[in-house]
């Protein structure tokens, strides 16, 4: 598997994308001001994570997605860890709704729960997102923190 970065053309990782955030004017808002990173295998993209800095020392996870045939294989938390380390001296942020295994996951990946944004999903979202049967409503922001002791 090869992590890199895209530089041009992010649009064309929108299926992609649209697994992680299922609104695409919700997407435009941080595609081309963020990074775009994609992990593939023999020259197919099996995931894409794309990263804004939201201040000096933090950086935003705004979309993580993997592709359906691939998910549950390891390859979303290679690529988050992956990213981790590349903003190593960042703390690491992220929302994500109240769904029990994505904030296992997360948990799992090192991201403890900083704060609540009440009725996120309900009032940005043309219409309701659902995940593992919940109606997503609040979005909970998850932190890493950064890795100041080089380790």
Partial sequence: MVI????????????????????????????????????????????????LRTSPHVVEVKNLAVAPARQ?????RKLLLAV???????????GTGEVPGTLAFYRACGFHPVRRVRN?????????IWEEGLLLRDMIYL???ADTDGK
């Fill in 84 to 94: 981790c380390g590349m903003y190593a001296e960042d703390a690491v942020e992220l």
């Fill in 4 to 51: 890199r970065q895209i530089s041009s053309n992010q649009w064309d990782y929108l299926p992609l994308l649209l697994l992680g955030d299922e609104q695409e004017d919700m997407i435009a808002r941080y595609l081309e001001r963020g990074t775009l990173y994609v992990c593939e295998e023999a020259g197919e993209t099996l995931a894409v994570c794309v990263v």
């Fill in 143 to 145: 932190r890493r923190e």
């Fill in 120 to 128: 996120f999903f309900t009032e940005h979202y043309d219409h309701p």
């Fill in 72 to 76: 549950r294989h390891g390859i979303g």
